[in-house]
């Protein structure tokens, strides 16, 4: 279906891919890994012919269709199931024909035979079923596209492709709108994809759940290996521990040939001998072995003040906006040692009740009470737009802490992995990771002995997002956590507080407890 050989591409002279190769043919559900930079989605777009390589083959067997997910989001009066319809080109155009020759018998058999084998007649109940399970109920599947948020209408882009059903789905990071249940609704849709799909993905327990191959791209290079990630990670794990062995062998090899060339080099019946192992020396191999790459740095400072005992209290809250009541007689009490995850449908209230939490959300009936040393950091994705893009990071740092001295802004920017002269960046030159990074910079600068934490993992590959769970570890406050990232939430949270139908409630079980729960009521 899909063949890259020896393809290369460089921007500004800066190689990304080289030498990449890859076959896909028959049903394969492959997942594509990598650091943030590593040309993950500077690949999709050679395949999908939006940039042309430098160099090398690319060959898609005709007739084969190769779709992703658009960027431009969808909006005006057209509802989400009527985009959903009007993707499938080729059934809007057949429906056409068959208004223009109702008197054409022969020629309506024809296009009939074509719309039965396109499984036309069921497109609508398939839009329906693709847009309910990414949460569109039968009353939002109709309403016009510019009445939702951008999330929700990237769930309908995200939809169409889906509806679509390409023999080749190009997927990148197609969760970073979803919550939990949505995901898990994806996850068993691309399980019983009948085609082939890439997956792009940071989310391990997502991956492990969807894919049977992983490729990785690493050094410009792209490397297949069989099964989910867990599998790959050993098999990588072992590809290291063995490149280590052999160097290790290479180099008591050159040691042992280096001390002949010190023994004898100078003396004139074994200088032959010696210059001859200096060239074997010389073209002596060594495997690469990756080193730890110490820009996924997490490290927290502990809060100004540990607080042991409850921390925040809230009784018979109302919350909302405007007339709109979201959440309503809700109480409850915040530990300083908490650890809690916020889970729900989009919609219901998460972000409101974290909203309330950090202090930027007034109850609008009820009583909140915080302890006089509490201090708030709140990780949410329009900090990404407060930043200047025009500053650097030390600038920027500064003038949040304008009397701070030069070693205490360079040690706290240290504390996220910027040092040395990574700190004059420009805020504008960063990657999506580094900025997460700048924003948990800038929101830890007063040492906050609350985290509320509303999807941190959005911008954060998977080797940045082990490093934040390490370092969330060893936070000594308390944590509300929101995403939908199921091994994120296993590893950081130890309870669950459900957010429906205007209420919170703690769950008694674990997050695959609660998951298996919404799947198996989804399914009946």
């Known amino acids: 279906m899909l063949t890259l050989q020896n393809v290369s591409y460089s921007v500004a002279g800066k190689l990304i891919l080289d030498g990449v190769d890859l076959h896909l ?23 999908l012919n939006e940039l042309e390589s430098d160099g090398g ?3 898609a067997e005709r007739g084969k269709r190769i779709l992703s997910v658009k960027q431009e989001t969808p909006d005006g009066n057209m509802s989400p199931r009527e985009f959903l319809l ?18 054409n018998p022969e020629l309506l058999a024809e296009i009939y035979d074509r719309l039965i084998s396109i499984k036309a007649f069921e497109a609508e109940s398939r839009a329906a079923v693709v847009l309910k ?30 509806f679509q059903e390409p023999d080749l789905l190009l997927l990148d990071e197609p969760t970073n709108h979803l919550d939990l249940e949505t995901s898990d609704w994806l996850k068993d849709f691309l399980n019983e994809y009948p085609k082939s799909f890439i997956l792009i993905s940071h ?4 991956l492990n759940d969807t894919v049977d191959a992983i490729l990785h ?51 004139a019946t074994k200088a032959k001998q010696a210059q001859s192992r200096l060239k074997a020396i010389e073209k002596l191999k060594f495997l690469p072995v990756d080193q730890d790459d110490p820009t996924v740095a997490f490290n927290f400072p502990d809060p100004t003040a540990v607080l042991s005992s409850n921390i925040l209290t809230y009784d018979k809250i109302s919350l909302g906006y405007d007339d709109k009541v979201v959440l309503k007689n809700v109480s409850g009490t915040i530990m300083g040692d908490d650890r809690i995850a916020l889970v729900g449908s989009n919609g219901n209230g998460k972000t409101t009740f974290a909203k309330f939490l950090a202090g930027e959300l007034r109850q609008k009936k009820g009583t909140r009470e915080a302890n006089g040393k509490l201090k708030v950091g709140f990780y949410k994705q329009d900090l990404f737009e407060k930043l200047d893009v025009s500053k650097t ?12 001295a030069d070693k205490q802004i360079r040690s706290h920017l240290g504390r996220f992995g910027f040092s040395g002269e990574t700190v004059f960046q420009l805020i504008g030159k960063l990657s999506g990771g580094e900025r997460a990074r700048l924003v948990f910079a800038t929101l830890t600068i007063e040492a906050p002995n609350l985290l509320i934490l509303d999807e941190p993992t959005n911008h954060l590959d998977i080797e940045m997002r082990e490093s934040l769970i390490s370092s969330l570890a060893s936070y000594k406050g308390a944590i509300i956590l929101i995403t939908h ?4 939430l296993n590893r950081v949270a130890n309870s669950i507080f459900v957010v429906a139908n205007g209420s919170i409630e703690q769950y008694a079980g674990d997050v695959d407890q609660y998951e298996k729960q919404v799947a198996a009521g989804r399914r009946r």
């Open 203 to 206: 989310d391990r327990d997502f």
């Open 133 to 162: 399970g990414l949460g569109f109920d039968e009353e939002a599947q109709n309403r016009p596209l510019s009445s939702f948020s951008g999330g929700f209408r990237m769930r309908v882009a995200l939809g169409a492709i889906l």
């Open 393 to 404: 990071l030390y600038d920027f740092i500064r003038d949040i802490i304008p009397n701070a």
């Open 25 to 47: 043919s028959g049903r394969q559900h492959v997942g594509l890994v990598g650091r943030n930079g590593s040309g993950k989605s500077t690949l999709f777009k050679i395949i």
């Open 485 to 488: 990232d199921r091994h994120f």
């Open 57 to 59: 083959k690319i060959q």
């Open 86 to 103: 009007s993707q499938d080109a080729e059934r809007e155009e057949l429906l056409r024909k068959l208004e223009e020759n109702a008197d």
């Open 217 to 267: 791209l690493k050094n410009k290079k792209l490397t297949r290996y069989g099964g989910n990630f867990d599998a790959f990670l050993d098999g990588y794990a072992l590809k290291q521990k063995n490149a280590e062995d052999y160097n290790a062998k290479m180099e008591a090899k050159r040691k042992h040939m280096m001390e002949f060339v010190d023994r004898f080099r100078f003396k």
